[in-house]
Structures are given as structure tokens and as C-alpha cells.
């Protein structure tokens, strides 16, 4: 039994050479125009800023900017430094605090360490007396808005702006499960 002979492939002919394109510029003496947030910055006024804050592209797994000053308070917090806790009084009672959740942007920063996962920021003046122990025990809590409301763990301190008219404190919290119902937190 015979096979069918294959069918004869066409012929290509050679490749052609593509040139390439010249792309044309700005005109001779012209300079481009930068938007306002990307020029340099002038006497008394900023640098340069690539990107307006609020559209600022952040690398995997970095925190974004710190404001440039402490964040409006928009409730309160009863203070409390181990071992004292409630009923006692609080060590600070009613600090002005600005409280933001961030559960999402904790647990990815978290990393599968569960020793280090917080749920809220809370943002309070220089001059509070607030202390981080994480993970030691005791540890220290803040209550919000007061101390027969939801508890937080203090997580982790830290000092934002230092050295400046804008320094304050960025607190890492962990939400304690609340009582439930609750209209807190």
C-alpha cells in the first residue's frame, strides 16, 4: 500500500528589512511643560512631587505616606497602661483621638505573623502618654470611646514627622471582640 505523497509547500521569498520609524520630537528650543504637582520646588514652596498624594502607586507590601499632620479627632479614648485596667480609672481619660479601621491593609502587611496584626490606627498628639508592650504581657489597651466600650489592644507606637511642627503618633490597634450589640466599633 502506497502512501499519498505530501503536497508541495509554497516558496517564501526573503524577508524584507523593516526600517525603523524616527519618532519626532518637541521642536528645536521648546521644552516641555511639566503639571504643576511635578515642578521643582521654588523658594519656600516644596519639592518636586511626582505623584499627587492621593494617587501615590505604592510598592507590595509598603505603608502609605504618613499625613503631613495629626488627622481631625473624630472620637475619644479612655487610656490604659498595665496593669491597670477597668473598672479602675483610666490612666488617661477622653483623649481626642482620629481612629481609622485597616483590617485589609493588616493582614497583608502581616505576612502570616500573627504576633504582629492590628486592625485600627489611631493617631493622637505627641504629648500623650501612650506606650506600646506587644507581645509582652501585660499588655497595654485603649478603650473607645471610653472605658465600658470596646477594647483595643495597643499593638505598636510609633513617631510620625519627628523633629517637626507636625510630629505626633501613629498607634497600631488590635479590636478585642466587642459586646454584642454594639453600636462601638
Known sequence: MKLPKPPKMP???KPQKVKPVKMAGPPKGVKPKLPQHMKGGQQGQPGPQNHPAGR????????????MGLPAPNTTADLYISPNAPPAAAD????????????EMATQHAQGDATFRWTHRMY???????????????????????KNDT????????????????????VFLYRKTPVWPTDNI
Open 11 to 13: 516558496k517564501v521569498g
Open 56 to 67: 501615590q502607586m505604592l510598592p507590595a507590601g509598603a505603608l502609605p505616606p504618613a499625613p
Open 92 to 103: 488617661q481619660a477622653a483623649v481626642a483621638v482620629h481612629l481609622e479601621a485597616e483590617f
Open 124 to 146: 493622637v498628639q505627641d504629648s500623650t502618654d501612650i506606650r506600646d508592650s506587644w507581645p509582652n504581657a501585660p499588655v497595654n489597651s485603649a478603650y473607645i470611646p471610653t
Open 151 to 170: 477594647q483595643f489592644l495597643i499593638v505598636f507606637v510609633e513617631v510620625v514627622n519627628r523633629n517637626t511642627p507636625q510630629q505626633y503618633k501613629r
